[in-house]
């Protein structure tokens, strides 16, 4: 499936056309708005970010549904994928379809997150035959000392308001605001992996 999505760029990026003697002939087919504004995006346009995150997440966030078990998983995989295309951009070639490009990530995404489950359960099932030492050792304080130092530093590249969105929904919990929050959070939390991600590499 996720090798099916990457192709698409080939096949969507001509249409057969019937020419007055009834042959076929390709013609390149119309470029679309997302098309044009992650090329907008990738030449450093930061004002086509929102127009592209809006276009593309509810189509990305329908792939990862169908590629994953659960809701969540689902979530996760097109945040993600939206996170590794904003961070990439200088990657994307202009004259190539946005939303294939797109897919394919979110493909790729979707593999990687079912692989890392699958070694989840088979430590989990290995801890449980034979268990470890739980006593933490001083370079586990040390790792989790810098990765709290790393989270601060993503975390104080974020404008006031998404930490104060982060801040709410820390202390108070998913449930406690209505959707506008609830938008404010995804996007928050949007920002912060992609900052993550320019700071740390991938996740």
């Given at each position: 499936m996720e090798l099916l999505l990457a192709r698409l760029g080939s096949m969507n990026a001509a249409v057969p056309c019937p020419t007055a003697g009834g042959r076929l002939r390709l013609v390149s087919a119309p470029r679309s708005a997302l098309d044009e504004d992650l090329a907008r995006l990738a030449d450093g346009d930061r004002a086509a970010f929102t127009r592209v995150?809006?276009?593309?997440?509810?189509?990305v966030?329908?792939?990862?549904?169908r590629l994953t078990s659960t809701a969540a998983?689902?979530?996760?995989?097109?945040?993600?994928?939206?996170?590794?295309?904003?961070?990439?951009?200088d990657e994307y070639e202009p004259e190539?379809?946005?939303?294939?490009?797109?897919?394919?990530?979110?493909?790729?995404?979707?593999?990687?997150?079912?692989?890392?489950?699958?070694?989840r359960k088979e430590e989990a099932l290995d801890a449980a035959a034979s268990p470890a030492d739980l006593r933490r050792s001083p370079l586990d304080e040390v790792e989790e000392t810098e990765l709290v130092a790393a989270a601060q530093v993503a975390v104080g590249n974020l404008s006031a308001l998404d930490r104060e969105t982060l801040t709410l929904f820390l202390e108070e919990g998913p449930a406690a605001r209505g959707p506008t929050f609830r938008k404010r959070k995804e996007r928050?939390?949007?920002?912060?992996r992609l900052w993550w991600e320019r700071l740390h590499g991938p996740v």
């Open positions: 995150f809006e276009a593309a997440w509810p189509q966030l329908e792939v990862c549904r998983d689902a979530e996760d995989a097109a945040q993600a994928t939206l996170t590794l295309v904003f961070t990439r951009i190539r379809p946005a939303l294939p490009w797109i897919l394919g990530i979110a493909g790729w995404q979707c593999r990687a997150l079912r692989t890392r489950h699958s070694r928050a939390l949007t920002r912060l």
